[in-house]
């Protein structure tokens, strides 16, 4: 049963942006916080940014700093990643992720991933 499901990945040139969505069922939503990671090839997977719904409390990588944005819709049971000024390293397979504990240490939920590809 499909609890996160992404959409909004594509191919871009570097400066350029993409949204990223991800739905969660109601339960997750409610009950967890919500992050996305990315795993470019090659690498380990990495936590891009994160966000307790509750509150709107938000975590962002160095990497990704001033850059993307993390945002909630709690009508749509959704979480945003606007990426905005992209560069070719941030290409990578993008994840969204649920997690009850909020560590994302041992993670309750993933989707199944969403491709970007920023070229040069």
């Known amino acids: 049963q499909e609890q996160l499901a992404e959409s909004g990945g594509g191919s871009v040139q570097a400066g350029g942006s993409l949204r990223l969505s991800c739905v969660a069922s109601?339960?997750?939503?409610?009950?967890?916080?919500m992050a996305w990671f990315r795993q470019a090839p090659g690498k380990e997977r990495e936590e891009v940014a994160a966000?307790?719904?509750?509150?709107?409390?938000?975590y962002y990588a160095d990497s990704v700093k001033g850059r993307f944005t993390i945002s909630p819709d709690n009508a749509k049971n959704t979480i945003y990643l606007q990426m905005n000024s992209l560069k070719p390293e941030d290409t990578a397979m993008y994840y969204c992720?649920?997690?009850?504990?909020?560590?994302?240490?041992?993670?309750?939920?993933w989707g199944q991933g969403t491709l970007v590809t920023v070229s040069s």
């Open positions: 992720a649920a997690d009850r504990q909020c560590d994302f240490k041992e993670v309750d939920a």
């Open positions: 109601g339960y997750i939503y409610s009950s967890h916080c």
């Open positions: 966000i307790y719904t509750g509150d709107g409390r938000s």
